[in-house]
């Protein structure tokens, strides 16, 4: 085993103190699958993005978007901020808000998991749930209608929105991208990532065309959702986080197909029973969507690599957040999800 070899490489513990809980975003680990990846030839990795203070990877776009609004002068002492989000967003700006002393508003839908919800109030933001499903089946529209009478109704709030944020998209391409590239010393053949508001996709692929412009970009995406260029039109969705209701700006049509090699869609069981896969094999808990990356990487995109090829999934957050949902029987059986694996665990008992 070379030492110099990235695959077998140990590197030192990285000990930080912050001031804050916000200098200890980001830096976050890669681990090496054998066990979830054996059969295929490349090597896969897997980004823990949960390892972030608020346990997703939008710590790195709140506080970002926050301090960059900060800087504008929109935000001052106790101002209130409006966020439309599926879960970790709104968990990252209230880690944030917590910190800077701002007031939170999380706009969310019927499909953010309990304990998200719970522990939004935790950290002292105000959660408002939108009920009606917009025309595309969707609650993004119904979350931007609701937006526009929180803003009149709390004059001088400042709604940031993620779907159309360059701080969104740069706190990935300065950040995570890097982080990818350097951890491999520079042999990267390809990243697979989510589709959501662009931040993390947009911003790693902007990266990696720019240093590293042989890396493949896999773009992941749940059927039904129209975030990308070319989908298959509206359906419902079940992955949370994952998708969107109407294509976000910051997927701009004009560079998408530059800086995107693969788009590929997935479907709510393919991706749970990956997720399911990876805990048992690797002792990782990824949420669905960590799962759909990992579903493409290694089960349709491998075969395209050979055995010195390293590929990257970068997984969003931790499945502990999804216990009540994507990974519950009752969940997953009223949306018709077929995830078997996942009660046919010899070593559960039986009895209480
Ligand atoms: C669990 C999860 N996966 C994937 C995504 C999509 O990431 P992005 O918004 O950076 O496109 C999100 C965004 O909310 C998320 O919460």
Redesign the pocket.
Known sequence: MAPSDPVHAHPAPRLRVGDSVLDVIGHTPLVRLRRFGCGIEPRLFAKLESTNPSG?M?DRAAVRMIEEAETAHRLRPGSTLIVAT????GLAMAMVCAVKGFRLICVVDPKISPVTERSLRLYGATVVKVYQRDQTGGYHLTRLDRIASLKAEHPGAVYLDQYDSPANVAAHQEATGPEILEALEGRVRAVAL????????MGVARFFREHSPQTDIWLVDEFGSLALPGNHGAAARHL???GTSMPPANYDPATFADVIDHVAYVRAAEAIRAAVDLARSEGILA?G?GGAVLHVLRDRAAAAYGPDDNLVAVL??HGSRYSDTQFEKEWLSVRGIDVPELFTDSHSETTP
């Open positions: 997703s939008k599926s879960g970790n967003m989510c589709a959501g508001t662009g931040g993390s996709s949370n986080g994952m949420g969507t969003p957050d």
